[in-house]
């Protein structure tokens, strides 16, 4: 009986054997349901070995095999080995990751009609021409004329959208074949000379793997060179696969791109999708009637089998890197896959990472420049606000509020940039020195006064404010620092007239909270925003002028080596939300340390200058990305287990490390406690990347055959962002 070899999702790296009746070849790369245990689970079939080591009596029946669905092509396997390989997560867990749960369950796919293109008929033309009565049919008729071939979710959306089935039933509207995805919508821009130098220089570039770096400041129109990257892809036959860091955040992106492509077949992948949406997108892509793929870090592990090019937007951003559980870095997952594919990935940003700069500036990387913007004739006006001797009023210093007054009067939009939530950050008592702290992390319970409630911004946890101190019982109980919240409730004093708007995870918690924000900020119904770096990303808001920037100083000394890094990134984006229509925009920043070198680089708008002298600093101190790391990171309810088992890694790093690996001590994380476990971590680092892997692979391989404490859990964090 033929064997089957299987990757399930379990925290070991290796794979399991069973045997199946009618396994042939073809079945490589299909999610079956295996017994497991007392129970089954579910994974994909990577190998048919022609023998086991288990005894072949002994091996148990897979249970089913999804054959609906075409198998996963070689090359997705290999992707996944190499993300197993280099992150050093076992292989079933890689898999798990990257496919949708419906199909590693191996469910049927319930829906698999496509999404088809739709057209007037013969009939919808007549009905056009003689229409007499205005009717809902006819309204949608003269739309999608307008509109040319289009799919059927996209008509749906159309104003008159509601009648389409009383439309296709009356055969006014009939599915079309053979449209060209790559046809763009008639209404797209005429390219800059700088777009169109960016355009031609990729499509110029070499034959198979060539990585590009598109630095464009804010405003510069990178998403149209992306699109018309994508559409030259699509003429050719190709699929594209387009990343964005949050999907939740840029419905205008999604938007975007499929008006510009009205007949292509376009997927959104991402984990706010429901199941069964998820399953389609991921088939249709793995079967290549997707055009073009778009979303999050996930569907870097999209099959695609007509793969053509890849784009990585806002390619700086932390959320491309995985946090928990296997802790991949979808940007360099990316570039990894285009060189496998042998396809162009352009990586975009008006603040690149300092790692892809530093490719670009050793030409590892091609660069692509955009430094004009396209809509707007000037990039905002910078200033620093000297706050070492203003009296401010709740963090508003005299300036910015007459700025914002401006603002108001002339009807146009003003954004107080503060990167935190909540009324303040903690709850104190003045006579005791009680501060509301959270039970189960080591940090503090932010004040919320909208909800009268106290909570931990790490764990969730979550209480009522206190009438008086829990300690002394004072009544007089002091919110300290200042949030969002209370900056808006400050603003709302000030400006009565105003319409004040507050944009944070707070009030935008929901995929709708968002986009009825955002709507409501397009559509000029608010005045005065108070927002946190939500408002800094791929956002368009024409009517706004003024973006004020307050409490940025903090991250000027944080401990984190990547925290200036952070903060120039996000005061570029944030600020280059200003002014990106026709109305100039100004940028004010209240800082104690207007002399810093990162906000006068700021002040010239002058990432270049920045990026060298932070990466000068790095190499000094060294860094990455002149060293390559990897961070094993141990929780536990006592932090002595977690500390002991790393000093037991180290010594075990000790004896195996070659020359050239270094070992650090093991330390407290910075957040020790989190959610009634105590962290710890220790960090290995080397100059070269070749021998650090190799001796991690081996390292792991003890360390998974240690005895550890039962409630003691460890991960390994290749390329950290956090250390
Ligand atoms: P970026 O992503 O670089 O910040 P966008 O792609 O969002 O910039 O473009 C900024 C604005 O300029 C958008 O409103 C976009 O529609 C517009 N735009 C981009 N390219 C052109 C062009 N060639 N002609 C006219 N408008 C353009
Ligand atoms: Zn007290
Ligand atoms: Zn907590």
């Keep these: 009986m033929p064997i089957v070899r299987v990757a399930l999702p379990v925290p070991l790296p290796q794979l399991f054997d069973y045997s199946s009746q009618d396994a042939c070849g073809e079945d490589v790369g299909r999610c079956v349901r295996v017994p497991f245990g007392r129970g089954e689970k579910s994974g994909v079939i990577v190998a048919l070995p022609a023998e086991s080591d288990v005894d072949p009596a002994r091996l148990k029946a897979v249970r089913h095999i999804q054959r609906e669905v075409a198998p996963l092509p070689r090359d997705w396997l290999e992707l996944v080995a190499f993300v197993a390989r280099y992150y050093h997560a076992p292989l079933g867990e890689v898999i798990a990751l990257a496919l949708p749960p419906g199909l590693r369950r191996a469910d049927a796919v319930s829906d698999r009609e496509s999404d088809p293109l739709l ?11 003689e229409a007499r009565r205005a009717s809902r049919a006819l309204a949608l008729l003269g ?12 008509a749906r959306e159309l104003p008159a959208g509601a009648a389409l089935g009383d439309a296709m039933k009356r055969g006014w509207i009939v599915a079309v074949r053979g449209a060209d995805p790559a046809m763009p919508a008639a209404n797209r821009p005429e390219l800059t000379d700088e777009q169109r130098a960016a355009v031609e220089a990729v499509s110029a570039g070499p034959e198979g793997f060539a990585p590009w770096l598109l630095q464009g400041v804010t405003g510069s129109g990178k998403t149209e060179v992306y699109l018309r990257l994508a559409e030259r892809a699509l003429a050719a036959g190709r699929q594209v696969l387009m990343l964005v860091p949050e999907i939740a955040l840029t419905p205008q992106l999604e938007s975007r791109v499929a008006n510009r492509f009205p007949a292509a077949c376009v997927v959104s992948l991402h984990s706010a999708l429901a199941e069964g949406a998820r399953s389609r997108g991921f088939v249709q892509a793995l079967e290549g009637r997707a055009d073009i793929v778009l979303g999050t870090r996930l569907s870097v592990f999209a099959p695609l089998p007509r793969l053509g090019l890849i784009l990585v937007d806002e390619e700086h951003d932390a959320s491309y890197k995985q946090q928990e559980g296997v802790r991949y870095s979808a940007r360099d997952v990316a570039v990894w896959r285009a060189h496998q594919r042998k396809v162009p990935v352009v990586l975009g940003s008006a603040t690149p990472s300092l790692e892809s700069w530093q490719h670009a500036r050793l030409a590892r990387y091609r660069s692509l420049r955009l430094d004009a913007r396209a809509l707007a004739s000037t990039l905002p006006t910078v200033r620093r606000i000297d706050a070492r001797r203003l009296k401010l009023d709740e963090g508003l210093s005299p300036q910015l509020k007459t700025a914002i007054g401006e603002r108001l009067a002339r009807g146009e939009q003003s954004l107080v940039f503060l990167n935190r939530r909540g009324y303040a950050p903690v709850l104190s008592c003045p006579a005791c020195g009680w501060v509301s702290q959270c039970p189960h992390c080591s940090a503090n319970l932010v004040v919320h006064l909208a909800d009268r409630r106290l909570r931990c911004h790490h764990c969730g946890c979550d209480t009522e404010v206190p009438h008086h101190c829990p300690v002394c019982s004072n009544q007089d109980i002091q919110p300290f620092g200042r949030g969002t919240q209370r900056v808006e409730a400050r603003l709302v004093e000030l400006f009565p007239e105003a319409r004040v708007l507050r944009v944070d995870r707070d009030s935008a918690r929901t995929r709708n909270q968002w986009e009825s924000l955002l709507a409501q900020i397009a559509s000029g119904e608010a005045d005065i925003l108070v927002g946190t770096q939500m408002m800094a990303k791929g956002h368009d808001f024409p009517q706004l002028t003024l973006v004020g920037v307050i409490g940025a100083d903090a991250s000027l000394h944080a401990a984190d080596f990547r925290a ?18 026709h109305l100039p925009g100004e940028v004010l920043i209240q800082t104690e340390y207007p002399d810093h070198p990162l906000y006068r680089c700021l002040v010239k708008h002058d990432f270049d200058a920045f990026a060298a002298s932070a990466l000068d600093e790095r190499r000094a101190a060294g860094f990455p990305p002149f060293t390559f790391q990897a961070m094993l990171r141990a929780d536990a309810p006592m932090l002595d287990d977690a500390m002991q088992f790393l000093a037991h890694a180290r010594r075990l790093a000790q004896e195996m490390a070659p020359a050239g690996v270094r070992v650090f001590d093991a330390v407290p994380m910075r957040l020790t406690r989190l959610a009634r476990r105590e962290r710890a971590q220790l960090l290995v680092e080397a100059d070269e990347r070749a021998p650090l892997q190799g001796f991690i692979g081996a390292w792991i391989e003890v360390l998974r055959a240690q005895r550890t404490p039962r409630d003691l859990r460890w991960q390994l964090d290749v390329d950290p962002l956090e250390v």
């Design 143 to 154: 739309e999608l004329r307008a509109a040319g071939v289009i799919r059927r979710s996209a």
């Design 564 to 581: 200036p890094e952070r903060l120039f990134q996000q005061l570029m984006q944030v600020g280059g939300r200003a002014g990106r229509a």
């Design 119 to 129: 057209d007037l008929s013969v009939d919808g033309h007549a009905a056009l021409a």
